[in-house]
């Protein structure tokens, strides 16, 4: 009965985060956020003198999420654990992605044989870029060995082999470049206002952010091993200031997020036939989709004039608008490195024409 109650509550803290069914369907959430509390239960995580990593950033966790109901009401906040239990680490993620999540923040507590070491640092899913590197994320990643047919469902993983990590290479994490944004906030946030030592953002194989669909990051809050950083650690106040830190990182990235998604619906994408631009004008045409960019800013980022038009059944994505072939040739040779199979595309009355019809009307 006991391991029942235990899924039960699992699942309901998944479907439903901290409210009601009623209080979810009445409630319209702008955005969700997923809370990952790392280790639990058997699973104590690093060890300190006095504390367990599984009690501090649970601790954290929650004031974090307390931040944001309090302050971001529009925020839907989901735990993956509210309490000390152990939850697999493929199973976290799983959490973030049937829920939709925009952001998924995994809060852990560091150690070192070493006790002299201290700090906060936030990495991201990428291929470690050092030993330093490569020894966290085999610490964190070690807790699958705890979990039943961890082979399987790990696809042979191994986390004490060097040789493993190479399978992180053969990723591409599309959120790689949002995951880094908010792992820098983050750090800006411990450094300037709860003035902890910044050991900076840093990329790593974690497994508990592979399968992510979303922006993701883990958090080591100091060092547990540390006696100084462990009292800090552990010290309401010193969680207060932690929670409040990530609380406001997490805030304005979204706060970011909304900015973009104002300054997409700005974008002017013009319909050939109802919407004629009236000039002649050659673009760089960079893609080609079979379905529209949801968010072309975050596609092309810091590209002029974006410009998308429907050609049969695909959407096809042009940058840049230029009054001559020339000013259009230059440019190309600037985003070359970026898109070097870019080509030019001239248009008049809002319409694609050939290279022939454009130089007879520049004459």
Avoid at 114 to 132: D, I, R
Avoid at 177 to 186: N, R
């Amino acid at each position: 009965m006991g391991k029942k109650l235990a899924i039960a509550t699992l699942v309901l803290t998944i479907c439903l985060g901290f409210g009601s069914a009623d209080a979810q369907k009445k409630q319209s959430y702008k955005h969700t956020v997923v809370l990952d509390a790392g280790h639990g239960g058997h699973d104590t995580g690093a060890i300190g003198k006095k504390g367990k990593e599984k009690d501090v950033v649970l601790s954290i966790a929650l004031k974090v999420g307390d931040y944001l109901t309090k302050n971001s009401p529009d925020t839907r906040v989901i735990f993956t654990r509210d309490a000390d239990f152990f939850v697999p680490l493929d199973e976290r993620a799983a959490i973030a992605n049937k829920n939709n999540a925009d952001l998924f923040v995994s809060v852990h507590a560091n150690s070192n044989k070493n006790t002299k070491p201290f700090g906060t640092e936030t990495f991201a899913m990428g291929l470690h870029k050092s030993q330093g590197n490569l020894e966290v994320a085999q610490k964190e990643n070690s807790v699958i060995v705890m979990e039943q047919d961890y082979n399987t469902k790990y696809e042979g993983f191994d986390p004490s082999s060097a040789e493993s990590y190479i399978i992180f290479s053969l990723m591409q994490n599309v959120y790689l470049d949002k995951s880094l944004k908010l792992a820098s906030m983050v750090q800006d946030e411990f450094r300037e206002k709860a003035k902890r030592a910044d050991r900076g953002v840093k990329q790593a194989g974690f497994l508990v952010l592979w399968h992510t669909k979303m922006p993701s990051i883990l958090i080591e809050t100091g060092f547990i091993s540390n006696e100084e950083e462990e009292k800090y650690l552990m010290s309401d106040s010193g969680q207060d200031y932690l929670a409040s830190a990530i609380y406001r990182a997490i805030r304005d990235y979204l706060a970011s997020l909304d900015a973009e998604e104002q300054e997409v619906k700005k974008i002017t994408i013009p319909d050939a036939e109802s919407k004629p631009e009236n000039t002649l004008c050659y673009r760089l045409q960079v893609a080609t989709t079979s379905a529209p960019v949801a968010n072309p800013i975050e596609k092309f980022p810091g590209k002029p004039d974006i410009f998308e038009y429907k050609d049969g059944n695909k959407y096809k994505y042009m940058i840049g608008r230029f009054a001559t072939l020339d000013d259009a040739s230059a440019y190309k040779k600037t985003i070359s490195a970026e898109y070097p199979d870019a080509f030019i595309v001239p248009f008049n009355n809002g319409k694609k024409i050939s290279m022939s019809e454009a130089k007879k009307l520049e004459k």
